[in-house]
Every structure is written in C-alpha cells, then in structure tokens.
C-alpha cells in the first residue's frame, strides 16, 4: 500500500444523521454528502430510534452513489470501507454495518468497524492547518462529554466525563423545556444571543472541587425553575445557562491542559458549533498560550467525512475487522481502540 493511491469509503449511521465520506491517500477528503432526519424527528421532539434505522436503510446507497459521483469515480475505485460500528442507535448501526459488510464483501476490500467518538476526535485534522500531537480534546456532543488525553491515534485516556447527561444533550433538554423546537442546541445558542448575561447566575457544576469529570443535569433543572418563575425571561435563561455550561467547560480545558504541560487542544463534537463556547475557549488558549483547533461547522456534527477519515487512517496501516460478520458496539469505549 505504499504509493498506490488508497481511497476509503466512509459511512456514518450512530444517529439522526446518514453521512458518506470518501478520503483519499493522495487528495484527502474528496467528497462528502449528508442527509439529516431533523425534520423526520422533529415532530416527536427527539430521535425515534425505529424511524432512524428505516430512514437511514433509504439513504445510504443513493447518497453512496452521490458522493461516487460528485467525485467521478466508481465503486470498483473503493480501497476499502469504514463505517461506525459504536457508540449509537443499534438498529442505525447495524444499517451502516450491514451494508458496509455487503459493499466489502462484493468488492472484495477490507472494511473497518469506526468508533464514532474518534471519528469526532479526529475531524479537526479535516482541515488545513492540523493540530499536533499530544493535545487535549474536549468532545462534547449529544451523548458524550470527555476530556481525552489524546496522545497519537488511538492512544487516548479519558481524563474525564459527564456522570449525568452530555452536554449537548442539557443544552437539548434546556430548550425543550423553554418551548423551543427539536434539535434544541442551535436553537438555544440563537435564543441566547439575545439574553442579558448579567440577569440570572447558574451555577457551574463540579468546577468547585478537584477533578475533570462533569455533571449537566443540574443545569437543566436550575433553568426549569428559573422559568418557571420567570416564564417572559426566555433568554435570559437561554444565557444563563449557555454562560453556565461554557465557562464550566473552560475552568476542565483549563484543568486538564494544567495537568498535562500540552500546548494544544481540540474542540470537537456538535457542541463545538456553538460560538460561545468557541469564543471562551479561544480566550483561554489566548491566556495559556494554547493553540486550540475546531472542525469546520459542518464536521461539528455527525458526518461522513469523519469516519472516512478515522477509518482510512486505520485501513492504510492495515487495521481491518477481520470477520464478515456484522457486529455493531453500541456501547465502546474510546480507550479499548488499538493504537495505530
Ligand atoms: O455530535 P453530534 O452531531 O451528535 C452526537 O454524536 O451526539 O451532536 C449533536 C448535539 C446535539 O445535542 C445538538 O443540540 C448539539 O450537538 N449542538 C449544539 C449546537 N449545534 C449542535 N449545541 C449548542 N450550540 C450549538 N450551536
Ligand atoms: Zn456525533
């Protein structure tokens, strides 16, 4: 595999999201499609685990053939295919798996099972300018909050997580709470814009204590009060609890970069869209003297361009999931991963 050109086949399905990926050895990411079932879910005001799985079962070849197309190639161009087996919805999992499994076997290629959180681990070197390692990523998305001591791929040690709900997932229970619509995250992040900062004061939970682990729920509950007290404060409760969850976010980078002497970190996961966020941790690094890296906006969020990326890196050094059997891990630990 040596200066042949390898071109990986990525395919994300955890989700809400189906997204398709294709990395190349000599040109990097050279195309990338997504589709997302927002509007499918919104009604239920949250992910319908059954209608995920059909959706996804719909879109994934035809958006295969896109993303082939977009690119002029075919599938016999395929080197090899990595999907994300874990963590996630299993029947979505298992829609991405089973069809990466036939794909390989048809074409007779290596196929690799991806774990979606190093997919967002990783998604920052998507870009131009690329973080070295070692770095600190902070990985904050729908379901998972952590701090990783990221020392090479697949060398990764959990400094800390949430014990409760993810962050993303406080932020979309905070805005179901304030009568927003499904997905919430954005839609408080808007609302906030408008708020007073110096209205309301939440607390920033477990920052007064050592250690880098997390704790979101109380947050939620603090802005279920607050409303319900306040109801024409909308806002600036959205602010409040945006301030709350950013800068608690801060004082952990802060800690965890303190611990380890490292002079990067990465931001990566949906809730590395929000601006705020982004705007205190830039500050931080500014202080610390800390270069900090995010994705692109649209590779915050689940996306194929990830796992394209995460599988390829594994496929060129010829890691490979060694059976034909369709196995998901809906519940994967970002430390069992082997090192590449
Ligand atoms: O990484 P992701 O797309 O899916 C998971 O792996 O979970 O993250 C989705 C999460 C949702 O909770 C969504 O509300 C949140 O990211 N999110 C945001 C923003 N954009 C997405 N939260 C706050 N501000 C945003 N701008
Ligand atoms: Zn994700």
């Not at 409760?237 to 380890?260: D, P």
Request: charged share 20%; aromatic share 8%; hydrophobic share 40%.
């Amino acid at each position: 595999m040596s200066t042949k050109v390898f071109i990986t086949l990525g395919i994300e399905s955890s989700c809400d999201e189906t997204g398709i990926g294709l990395y190349s050895s000599e040109k990097g990411l050279i195309a990338h499609q997504l589709f997302s079932q927002v509007e499918l879910h919104a009604e239920y005001g949250g992910v319908v685990p059954e209608l995920a799985s059909r959706d996804h079962i719909q879109r994934t070849l035809p958006l295969i053939k896109a993303v082939l197309s977009e690119a002029e190639l075919q599938l016999s161009d395929i080197n090899g295919i990595a999907y994300t087996a874990g963590p996630g919805l299993a029947g979505a999992l298992l829609v991405g798996s089973s069809i990466a499994k036939s794909l390989a076997w048809s074409l007779d290629i290596p196929s690799l099972a991806v774990h979606h959180m190093e997919g967002h681990l990783l998604a920052p070197l998507l870009e131009e300018t690329q973080p070295e390692f070692p770095f600190v990523a902070l990985l904050v998305s729908g379901g998972h909050t952590m701090l990783v001591d990221v020392k090479g791929i697949g060398k990764y040690k959990i400094l800390g997580e949430s014990l409760d709900d993810a962050v993303g997932e406080a932020f979309d229970k905070t805005a179901k709470i304030l009568g927003l619509s499904y997905p919430g995250g954005p839609a408080l992040a808007a609302l906030a814009e408008q708020g007073d900062e110096t209205r309301f004061k939440f607390p920033r939970p477990m920052t007064d204590r050592p250690g880098l682990d997390f704790s979101f729920s109380g947050l939620k509950t603090f802005a279920r009060n607050t409303f319900a007290k306040y109801p024409n404060e909308k806002a600036n409760i959205a602010k409040a609890f945006e301030v709350a969850t950013t800068q608690t976010l801060m004082i952990k980078c802060r800690r965890a970069l303190e611990q380890t002497h490292y002079s990067t970190l990465i931001v990566a996961g949906g809730v590395s869209a929000n601006q705020s966020l982004r705007k205190e941790l830039n500050k931080l690094g500014k202080k610390l003297a800390v270069n900090v890296f995010y994705p692109r906006q649209e590779f915050c969020t689940d996306n194929g361009a990830m796992i394209a990326l995460a599988g390829h890196l594994r496929l060129i050094k010829g890691h490979k999931f060694i059976t034909n059997k369709i196995t998901i891990k809906p519940r994967w630990s970002l430390e069992e991963l082997e090192a590449v």
